[in-house]
């Protein structure tokens, strides 16, 4: 499984910005996808994944502002990411878990986000 995140760049507080992760590969082993973000000194967390039955799950930090989804082919993940805050400032990777694929987990190179005025 190959992951390619891409939609990052530098948006005004208050603004949206979408990002996508793509999926290629053996992409009918993957049991769910998922968004983490790395903000510079601090812990990398959890911003929002979803899982092969369709169902989601947000961190904290993502609930009310941000959604998770595909498109039909189940190939590519969306992040919407809707009142961004300075606090937002991150590198967000996705990251993939298969259980009967080794080596079971896969992630893609991040996508910086920058927040600033």
């Known amino acids: 499984v190959q992951l390619q995140a891409s939609g990052g760049g530098l948006v005004q507080p208050g603004g949206s910005l979408r990002l996508s992760c793509a999926a290629s590969?053996?992409?009918?082993?993957?049991?769910?996808i998922s968004w983490y973000r790395q903000a510079p000194g601090k812990q990398r967390e959890l911003v929002a994944s979803m899982f092969k039955n369709g169902n989601t799950m947000y961190g904290d930090s993502a609930k009310g502002r941000f959604t998770i989804s595909s498109n039909d082919a189940k190939d590519t993940v969306f992040l919407q990411m809707n009142s961004l805050e300075p606090e937002d400032t991150a590198v967000y990777s996705c990251y993939a878990i298969a259980q009967h694929l080794a080596p079971y987990h896969f992630w893609g190179q991040g996508t910086l986000v920058t927040v600033s005025s």
């Open positions: 590969g053996s992409i009918f082993a993957i049991d769910a």
